[in-house]
């Protein structure tokens, strides 16, 4: 596994200014805020816009926080965690009345819990975690709104298991893994989901794993030295952290007349085209993540700045489709057609 991305932590430690930029609302006024407009301000820093579901899920919190009349102050990182971390520290010194986060790695966005503490700002983080947890001596830090990803990765572990047991007649098979972001919390706990299951079979291995930071064309990159590495009969399964890598991958296995592997690919995201290939029996499996954060978030905004307590650890629900069973092959075609007819990029689940 490359290890490029953890030197973020050290840097992200000695926080520089910068300038911040955002975008506001013109909803309607809320009285008794703070903000120039009069509205409450959310401040909202995204670790970066690399693909499709990030920026999904940018345009989802943005536009139901000022839907309900919240300024919105807002920021990308361009994935650079260093980076995040100091437009954080920017958006702080503007006050606003609630910090809304969705980091990049866990250990190296940890400053921005100690930021806010120190600004009195309540925080929300989402999506991912950081490297400290809500409450204790970070009081402002009111929740983690993510998914649980070490389940996720139990129930991707699970449907492994189920595939290669029908592939190869036994819990048995080599495994290559695309990963998305090294350091991230749903790399971390999908890994260590994933790994408790597969221990119990020793006959099941990941024989090779590399970084593809959740984008498509390092999906197909990595997935082409995997071919090169290992040829027809040295790869029974493919896990990718993510959809954008799968059909990277898939991308470069029919290119090279890899058919032996069509029907072997798990994932995660619950993108359309994701499921498309569940349903046509080309991936084996998808579990989902939806990017649609604005109303699970909204709620929370609402609640905090009302004084309210609210859970430290609420659970984003998800959903699997597989195509191993007919049953399930049936189900992900439904939902297919579903998503086909409401015109939408993801599943909202």
């Avoid at 040295?234 to 954008?244: K, L, Y």
Wanted: charged share 20%; glycine share 8%.
């Amino acid at each position: 596994m490359q290890q490029r991305r953890f030197a973020a932590a050290a840097i992200a430690a000695a926080v520089l200014l910068s300038m911040a930029a955002g975008c506001t609302s013109d909803k309607p006024d809320d009285p008794g805020t703070k903000g120039g407009s009069g509205k409450p301000v959310v401040a909202f820093s995204q670790e970066g816009l690399e693909n499709d579901w990030r920026t999904e899920n940018t345009q989802s919190i943005i536009s139901s926080l000022e839907a309900a009349g919240y300024e919105v102050i807002y920021q990308q990182a361009d994935e650079d965690q260093a980076r995040q971390v100091e437009q954080v520290q920017n958006m702080l010194q503007q006050k606003p009345d609630i910090l809304v986060v969705e980091p990049a790695e866990a250990e190296a966005a940890t400053p921005i819990a100690r930021l806010a503490q120190e600004a009195g700002i309540p925080l929300i983080v989402a999506d991912r975690s950081l490297g400290v947890e809500p409450g204790g001596e970070f009081t402002m830090y009111k929740t983690v709104i993510t998914q649980n990803w070490e389940d996720m990765g139990t129930k991707l572990g699970e449907a492994a298991v189920a595939l290669l047991t029908k592939l190869n007649g036994a819990p048995k098979g080599n495994i290559v893994e695309i990963i998305g972001t090294l350091g991230s919390s749903p790399q971390i706990n999908m890994d260590k989901g994933f790994a408790a299951v597969i221990a119990k079979y020793p006959d099941i291995k990941i024989i090779a794993a590399e970084d593809g930071d959740n984008k498509r064309a390092e999906g197909m990159q990595i997935m082409e030295d995997f071919l090169t590495r290992f040829p027809a009969g040295g790869i029974d399964m493919v896990w990718s952290h993510n959809d954008e890598m799968a059909l990277g991958a898939l991308m470069a296995i029919e290119a090279a007349g890899r058919t032996e592997l069509l029907g072997t690919i798990i994932s995660k995201d619950g993108k359309v085209e994701a499921i498309e290939q569940v349903a046509k029996g080309v991936f084996a499996n998808v579990c989902t993540n939806t990017p649609y954060f604005g109303p699970i978030i909204l709620p929370y905004v609402q609640d905090i700045l009302a004084g309210k307590e609210v859970p430290t650890h609420p659970d984003k629900p998800f959903a699997c489709f597989e195509s191993i069973t007919d049953a399930g092959l049936a189900e992900a075609k439904t939902q297919y057609n579903d998503l086909v007819a409401a015109n939408a990029k993801f599943a909202n689940r």
